[in-house]
């Protein structure tokens, strides 16, 4: 979501820091199987008489391989006991050519035993989850090896495996049959596979005399890591060495300065996925004759086979010229072409002199687009640059002189979260000199890449407790995308499903074909008869209340987690898209991060809701840093909760409109923290023992469609329980305000109140994630007109303080916020009066 800063901290005397934008943004969740059960370590090709087979972890046993070629392994589980995870972890030393293995178990009642067929290279690993249908099974989990062509005969079938050998060279799984009650799967591990290359680059011309700098890059494209990685490199006919710069951790062997021969960088391990960068100088004879061609040759080679050995050598041809007085700078960009917002992108940007003479007053400048956030600017190879940033959106790299020979960059920035899908943003770099440049044509590099957001929901306010009871719960989804949803299984099971932990069991499935707006939410509650979800009478959409999308009436524990997957049967990581749990949660499944730690048990009126301190939910996959505990009387729930109140959102629900709903002050020709913008009222009043402060603004419907329903979010505030960060802090409540003729350079005014929106009722006032409304001129606010509103703070304590909402609007026709932007952040003021009585 994004939001707006409805207002400052100080009272008076210092301007506010006023409405920036900002975008808080967090990488995509990743979901980690850990391993709780056993670790099985296979080692050899295939298992040979008296080979050890190593069950490692909680069983801590170790078995023989049988006379046939096959060992079985097995853990024991006992009544009760939890199984957790399984995780099959192929060897790192040998070449393992053929192995497989069949898991299964001599109880017929295992649930959620997922095991499925892949291939494992040395390292990798395979996790299997273990579950029971009841604590009070007990039985054995059997691992048996069995080679190419082997039949296993179970209770439960038989299965046979068949393997082949593909031209590649690389054994796979062709298929296997289960018997009810068993999970078996073919798992093979291979040969370590490595795909490394190298690029050279340098100039293109060079006069006889001079210096010239290569640049060389190498890359572990994997799949896995390489092992005793060797770069060669000789000087050509006509040079001699000068300097070679390698990366932290590889070994070096050169000739001496001026001197000839070859050059070699090793390294013992070159982990797959990783480019380095080494630079080379080099100096031409002055002997050498005008036209001869200069051919230097980098190779890359490794321990492993390369499954791609055409890219292992790369070679730059270079002219001798004894022309003077001009260079050829070049700039090449490139990139990723495919990102999702949020993401942190790497550029590279080569900048190459050409020649054939020294270039001089050399600057390299790269201007962030909008769009991306500039996060780091370094120089990988090549003579050192002076680095700078103007500290809004430029790097520049400057030098006063640059030989002939190719220069890298590294640029990192970060896409924003508001960047709609499909946008197609190019970033270029330029180089300018002051030495004459014949061919200005290359001088801008550009890189393009489009932006696809991926399906992105998440948990967004949940509780497995109220004041109905333990199963007065709900579970809130929200739409964090630019674009409406369409629910999509990936299984064809029929669509997604909210499951809880405590019983992998789906509590709320949707449908496929359900839409989700953009930036909208989902609803799943518990419909239990009088003791079950208890907000049915909090405001959604026009007439219509915050009532479930979907329900359940199977109790979800309190100290329990819930996941979200895109299934409605297949609850594993591969499926996953969100989660939120409790600490005593065993399955990392149903929780992220060490989870929550203290469940509610008490009959209150709360729920946790994820933080929107920039106006986006905040997700670190850690749920305990992601969600806050709010309460419309936080001394009865305690464990860190602060004021503020449970909104639910469903369907129907408004959408967040901080776009395309913008704010202005309701007297320009004043300062946002001066009368009328901003009123100090001392006059104490229920819920502000220190008066109130009125905070105006004016709102205009940029929608291009009539506002129908419109209503503000609180998603930051000091209030009741807030934890402290300013000094002294205020402590503000949201109370109902009513309508207000307001005297302005723009004329007479009709300022609309707004009503704090009940239920749940909030004896103390409004708080964090409290919702207020505004009532709309008949027929809706039409697009391109305004309305002004005044929010009504109580001041119950004073100090510096925050207040920050979100727009949320309905409109006729339905539109979807299309460019959600950050909350407008305002930042501590170190010299800041405070709310106090005159």
């Not at 090896?145 to 495996?161: D, E, I």
């Not at 791609?308 to 001009?326: C, E, F, I, L, R």
Request: hydrophobic share 35%.
């Amino acid at each position: 979501m994004a939001g707006m800063t409805v207002e400052e901290r100080s009272d008076a005397g210092t301007p506010p820091v006023g409405d920036q934008n900002t975008a808080r943004a967090f990488l995509d969740r990743a979901v980690l199987d850990s391993a709780v059960g056993g670790i099985i370590s296979l080692v050899g090709e295939g298992f040979q008489p008296g080979e050890q087979v190593i069950l490692s972890g909680a069983a801590n046993t170790v078995l023989i391989a049988n006379a046939n070629g096959g060992a079985a392994a097995f853990i024991n589980f006992s009544a009760g006991a939890g199984l957790g995870n399984l995780t099959l972890t192929g060897t790192t030393s040998g070449q393992v050519a053929r192995a497989s293995v069949l898991l299964h178990a001599d109880v017929t009642n295992l649930r959620g035993m997922i095991v499925a067929p892949a291939i494992v290279r040395p390292g990798g690993t395979v996790p299997v989850l273990l579950d029971r249908l009841t604590p009070s099974d007990s039985g054995n989990i059997f691992l048996d090896g069995v080679n190419q062509g082997s039949t296993m005969t179970s209770a439960q079938g038989t299965l046979t495996f068949n393997l082949t050998k593909p031209t590649s060279g690389f054994l796979h799984e062709v298929g296997y049959l289960g018997g009810s009650g068993d999970a078996e799967a073919t798992v093979l591990l291979l040969n370590s596979l490595v795909d490394l290359s190298v690029t050279k680059s340098g100039p293109a011309m060079v006069n006889p005399g001079l210096n010239m700098t290569y640049t060389i890059a190498v890359t572990n494209n994997g799949p896995d890591d390489a092992h005793n990685v060797t770069l060669t490199d000789a000087t050509p006919t006509g040079t001699t060495f000068q300097s070679f710069t390698a990366p932290a951790g590889w070994t070096n062997t050169t000739p001496g300065v001026g001197g000839t021969g070859t050059i070699t960088s090793t390294k013992a391990t070159f982990t797959a996925g990783s480019t380095v960068f080494f630079t080379l100088v080099l100096n031409v004879n002055n002997t050498v004759l005008n036209g001869t061609t200069i051919s230097n040759t980098a190779t890359i080679s490794a321990a492993e086979p390369d499954t791609n050995p055409s890219d292992n050598s790369s070679t730059q041809m270079t002219t001798v010229s004894t022309a003077t007085g001009s260079t050829d700078l070049a700039v090449t960009k490139t990139g990723p072409a495919t990102a999702n917002t949020d993401d942190t992108l790497t550029y590279t940007i080569a900048l190459t002199n050409n020649g054939p003479s020294n270039a001089s007053n050399v600057t390299l400048t790269d201007q962030v687009p909008p769009g991306m956030t500039p996060l780091v600017f370094t120089q990988v190879s090549g003579t050192a640059f002076g680095l700078s940033f103007n500290g809004l959106d430029t790097f520049t790299a400057q030098a006063a002189t640059v030989n002939p020979g190719t220069y890298t960059f590294q640029l990192i920035v970060q896409v924003k979260r508001n960047v709609l899908n499909g946008t197609v943003i190019t970033n270029g770099a330029s180089a300018s000199s002051s030495t004459p440049d014949p061919n200005m044509s290359n001088n801008v590099g550009t890189a393009s890449t489009t932006i696809t957001n991926p399906t992105h929901v998440v948990i967004s306010e949940f509780r497995f407790h109220g004041p109905a009871g333990a199963q007065d719960e709900f579970i809130e989804l929200y739409n964090d995308a630019n674009l409406p949803l369409t629910v999509q299984d990936t299984d064809g099971s029929g669509g997604w499903a909210i499951v809880a932990a405590i019983d992998a069991t789906a509590r709320c499935t949707i449908p496929n074909g359900t839409v989700i707006p953009a930036r909208g939410h989902y609803l799943c509650v518990n419909s239990t008869a009088s003791t079950g979800y208890s907000l049915n009478g909090y405001p959604a959409g026009t007439a219509i209340n915050a009532v479930g999308d979907a329900s359940y009436t199977t109790d979800i524990p309190d100290g329990d987690g819930v996941g979200l997957f895109t299934s409605e049967t297949s609850f594993v990581g591969g499926t996953l898209l969100d989660a939120v749990g409790f600490s005593s949660v065993t399955n990392p499944l149903f929780r992220e991060g060490p989870g929550l730690t203290l469940p509610i048990s008490t009959n209150s009126q709360f729920s946790f809701v994820r933080k929107l301190d920039s106006g986006f939910p905040q997700d670190t996959n850690n749920n305990a840093e992601d969600f806050v505990l709010v309460a419309t009387d936080p001394n009865a729930v305690g464990n860190g909760a602060q004021l503020g109140a449970p909104g639910p959102e469903n369907l129907f629900s408004p959408i967040q409109r901080n776009a395309t709903i913008k704010a202005s002050l309701i007297e320009p020709l004043q300062p946002s923290f001066a009368p009328p913008n901003r009123v100090r009222d001392m006059t104490p009043v229920t819920n502000g023992a220190q008066g109130t402060l009125t905070i105006r603004r004016r709102f205009k419907n940029a929608t291009g469609a009539t506002i129908t329903r419109l209503r503000f979010r609180v998603v930051n505030t000091t209030t009741l329980d807030t934890p402290v960060s300013l000094s002294p802090q205020a402590d503000v409540r949201l109370l109902t305000s009513g309508n207000a003729l307001v005297t302005t350079s723009l004329g007479t005014l009709n300022v609309q109140g707004t009503l704090l929106e009940q239920p749940p009722v909030q004896s103390l006032g409004g708080g964090l994630n409290s919702s207020a409304t505004v009532t709309l001129p008949g027929g809706g606010l039409a697009a391109g007109n305004t309305i002004d509103v005044q929010f009504l703070l109580g001041v119950q304590t004073g100090g510096s303080f925050r207040f920050f909402v979100n727009i949320e609007g309905l409109t006729s026709p339905p539109t979807n916020a299309s460019k959600p932007t950050g909350a407008k952040e305002l930042k501590p003021q170190p010299v800041a009066k405070t709310l106090a009585p005159n």
